[in-house]
């Protein structure tokens, strides 16, 4: 009975995507009534659309708070917001690993969709050796790179509601700037924290751009990958690297299993400093206050990177 239940669900997803997304084309909000319907993927990029285009968009995110984008996979319901959809965005660099096959026939299709990592360039993508020859997708845990994007989604917005393209394309350099400032922001919180002890143990490779950006080793158990569990080769190194370099804390992750490192934390006497957000932001609406008295949104892009920085310098200093 699972097996055919199965069949039945792969044979409706491929009719929705033979009768949905073939019939329909490109529309323009300036021929329609009702704002533009959008849809994106990860939160990250939900935070970027509502800060550019405001109320001038229906917005819909296919992924929750804390969901692994590397292991989601589409469901009917996806596909029907996707066939709806006026303008479609994903983070791209197989991210969304398991729908890019689904990506790659819509824009075969014609159909608009896009992807805001297509404007970052070769040279400032890091390729770690662990990846497959595939590019490190995590850019957002780089503020100014991740600012790189806000191009492609301000131009995306314009060419299908031109009308309100003054607003697009203020609200994005406003956003650029924000990005910049938090940016900065970062560096300066840091200055507190010895370069000898940035040392980032995480449960996968979602770290680097964090790293290079702001001198941080990072070390992600699992790889890039969330499927199935660490390697007992890649624990025992990790294990090995954390008492051989005095590493004092090491983190979970919101959207990953937090068993692994709950066992090398027990086994290389290292204390678990908090949980950080990489893959996903939080729940929006819930606040916390930093050391300073600052208060922010975990369900915010500024909130999450202004968790994982209050996190780790609680942890490591």
Not at 67 to 82: I, Q, W
Not at 114 to 134: C, G, K, M
Not at 166 to 186: C, I, R
Not at 274 to 279: K, N, R
Request: charged share 20%.
């Amino acid at each position: 009975m699972n097996c055919f239940h199965a069949l039945l669900s792969r044979i409706t997803l491929s009719l929705l995507l033979c009768l949905g997304f073939s019939a329909c084309k490109p529309k323009n909000a300036s021929e329609k009534h009702g704002p533009l319907q959008v849809v994106v993927t990860t939160t990250m990029l939900a935070d970027m659309l509502k800060s550019i285009a405001r109320d001038h968009i229906q917005l819909t995110s296919l992924m929750g708070p804390e969901t692994d984008p590397h292991l989601y996979k589409a469901s009917a319901s996806d596909l029907e917001k996707l066939q709806k959809a006026d303008v479609i965005f994903y983070s791209g660099l197989h991210l969304e690993g398991r729908m890019d096959d689904l990506f790659s026939r819509m824009k075969a299709q014609g159909r608009p969709i896009f992807a805001v990592t297509d404007n970052i360039s070769e040279d400032q993508l890091l390729t770690p050796a662990n990846f497959h020859h595939h590019p490190d997708p995590h850019v957002w845990l780089a503020p100014e790179l991740w600012a790189l994007g806000i191009d492609t989604v301000v131009d995306a917005l314009t060419e299908y509601d031109a009308p309100h393209h003054a607003h697009y394309q203020a609200e994005g350099e406003a956003l650029k700037e924000h990005y910049y400032a938090l940016d900065a922001w970062v560096k300066n919180t840091l200055t507190v924290l010895p370069i000898k002890q940035r040392i980032l143990v995480t449960s996968h490779d979602a770290f680097n751009y964090f790293g290079r950006a702001y001198d941080f080793q990072v070390i992600g158990v699992q790889g890039v990958s969330t499927a199935g569990e660490a390697g007992l080769a890649d624990i025992t190194h990790t294990i090995d690297f954390i008492k051989q370099n005095n590493v004092k804390s090491i983190f979970v992750e919101t959207s990953v299993p937090h068993a692994t490192i709950e066992r090398i934390a027990a086994d290389s006497g290292a204390h678990i400093g908090g949980e950080l957000f990489s893959d996903a932001l939080g729940t929006l609406g819930k606040i916390e206050t930093g050391p300073d008295g600052e208060t922010y949104d975990l369900g915010t892009y500024e909130g999450m990177i202004k968790h994982n920085i209050n996190t780790l310098l609680k942890a490591l200093l």
